[in-house]
């Protein structure tokens, strides 16, 4: 079974400051990686997929199959940046579910 | 943008009455799924939906658990009996196919509370 964790549930930086959040996967296959990103009352939005190798809002993620990992990245953090985010994992097989870890909640300080 | 729309934004329910938890997921997308949250606990998968019919469901989506497509845009999800632990946030979301391109566009999600 595939599993994401997600070791920080709180995060605080202050703006300017770089930011890493980490995600770690199991999974035997090749997964799909992803973050979602929820802003306070806001639903859940995909940030990032790791198949289209892309720069949203400043973050990147690369997915690293040896270390099993797809941290997140942003070399200056803003405080339109604080939100819970969220890692998720879906097998290679067509409309199978997410897995999602457990969040990491940023906060970005002015 | 498109948006999966989701009614009632929040509902409060007796232990054991029946709810009904309906969303609208975007017109051309094929592909409808739940998921819950469990205040402070991470988002779980319930169910997966396609071509009318259940195509993955989790542990969690038990025989008091159903879906339906009725009438081709609306994505419904039953709780027969409520428990207290049924207290989550759900999610209703959709993808245009199942390709990791397209990702899932989430609504924003019903309040149940099982009092």
């Known amino acids: 079974a595939q599993r994401v964790t997600q070791p920080e549930k709180l995060l605080s930086v202050f703006k300017g400051a770089p930011v890493e959040l980490k995600c770690n996967y199991s999974?035997?296959?090749?997964?799909?990686l992803f973050w979602y990103v929820q802003y306070s009352r806001q639903r859940l939005q995909l940030l990032l997929r790791?198949?289209s190798r892309e720069s949203i809002k400043g973050f990147t993620a690369d997915l690293n199959k040896g270390e099993t990992s797809f941290h997140l990245k942003k070399p200056f953090a803003q405080e339109e940046d604080s939100a819970m985010y969220y890692c998720a994992l879906r097998r290679e097989t067509s409309g199978s579910r997410l897995t999602f870890g457990e969040g990491t909640q940023l906060t970005v300080n002015p | 943008e498109p948006e999966v729309t989701q009614t009632p934004s929040h509902q409060v329910t007796q232990m054991g009455q029946e709810v009904i938890l309906r969303c609208v997921p975007i017109?051309?997308?094929?592909?409808f799924y739940w998921y819950r949250q469990i205040l402070g606990q991470k988002v779980e998968f319930l169910v997966s939906f396609y071509n009318n019919e259940i195509s993955e469901k989790s542990e969690i989506f038990d025989d008091q658990f159903s879906v339906e497509r009725p009438d081709g845009s609306n994505f419904t999800l039953k709780i027969r009996s409520t428990k207290l632990e049924d207290s989550a946030m759900y999610f209703c979301?959709?993808?245009?196919?199942?390709?990791?391109?397209?990702?899932?566009?989430f609504g924003s999600g019903t309040r149940l509370t099982v009092v």
């Open positions: 979301a959709s993808s245009r196919s199942n390709q990791a391109f397209h990702g899932y566009t």
């Open positions: 790791h198949i």
């Open positions: 017109s051309n997308h094929l592909y």
């Open positions: 999974y035997s296959g090749s997964p799909e």
